[in-house]
């Protein structure tokens, strides 16, 4: 491939972060209006156990899939949040595959922590670290996989037990559930794009 | 990159695919002891509405996801089962994410393939190919986004409708959705690999 092209894939790839920020962003806007508007809106400490669960969703999404960087803190709030929900609604922790995959989630990104930390923060010889750099984009890879089908199996599930089909509240639910979705495949886009330059 | 490193990431890409069959077809064993021993097993003609969801639900993973090149004409008889699980049971039709989600990758399929046939079925020339080869595996990818998120909300929501938590069947039905997540990470991960030789 000659430089022209790649920097014409060099281009496209940057002309689509904007479009991973915007739905990005609109996710947040979505699930903000869902949980301010309808839900009651945010509240750890709240006796409404409701409160205490818009906690889990909104951090887990805002927390954990948009702010990679500073997931591990917010996430691992967002996940008390569940637990205290549980407890206060009196629900079985554990049970759903949504939950399977949210611990799934944690165990591979701790993995890509791990391998992260121990390749790239530590001193390594360059060669090292370009042998195992595809093996962390593919790891990152997973977890983009891991949190989307999280936060997608979390909606549908709230969905099916708050009985909330043909509600204009429902409605929004799965526009916020498509934007998450075509945020994690921008995203996605942009990665496979960068490998052609 | 050197061909010694090349070879080495074939190779990596080339033992990864067996991963990736070996989570596919225990994906579609796991659906079939659920849809079998579980939930009565399947008939698209059968005056159990029930029976009629579980073509529905095999056929959408096993036509869709398992044997993409097969995909489109299962996919067709999979929402038709859907349509007519949601006649005789009386249920409103495409309000859920799950059917959006489903929708969605019926689109990008169209797409997909439409341009797969102008770009690479029609006579054109090379450079054209190489130049649209990059959204063409990009596409295959969201469409694999899609798909898994299509079958893990599906799981989901009917794992909820059933009120299954905490039972063997509701275990069953997590590590369904398990596997078909690993064995979408691991088909992205053999693409993601390919592009370094």
């Known amino acids: 491939m000659d430089a ?5 894939y060099r281009r ?3 002309s689509i972060t904007p479009v ?20 009651g809106g945010l509240g750890l400490d709240s006796d409404n156990p409701y409160r205490i669960l818009n906690v889990h969703i909104f951090l887990m999404f805002f927390g954990f899939i948009f702010f ?4 591990i803190t917010l996430g691992i709030i967002g996940v008390y949040a569940a637990f205290k929900y549980h407890y206060k609604a009196n629900v079985t ?8 995959i949210g ?6 990104y701790g993995i890509q922590w791990f391998f992260g930390f121990v390749t790239f923060w530590l001193p390594r010889p360059g060669a090292t670290r370009a042998r195992l750099a595809p093996w962390h984009v593919c790891f990152g890879r997973a977890l983009l996989y891991f949190a989307i089908c999280t936060a997608e199996t979390g909606l549908m ?11 204009s509240e429902g409605r929004l639910i799965n526009f916020t559930g498509l934007a998450i979705l075509i945020f ?9 794009l960068s490998h052609y330059y």
Chains 1, 2 share one sequence.
């Open 12 to 14: 496209r790839a940057s």
């Open 20 to 39: 991973a920020h915007f739905f990005g962003i609109l996710s947040i806007i979505l699930l903000l209006v869902w949980l301010l508007h309808y839900r």
């Open 157 to 167: 599930q709230l969905f099916t037990i708050l009985k909330l089909a043909s509600s």
């Open 103 to 108: 611990l799934g989630t944690f165990i591979v």
């Open 93 to 100: 922790n554990m049970y759903s595959l949504h939950s399977w």
């Open 68 to 71: 990679a960087g500073q997931a």
């Open 184 to 192: 994690g495949i921008s995203v996605d886009l942009v990665i496979a």
């Open 4 to 8: 022209i092209e790649r920097e014409w």
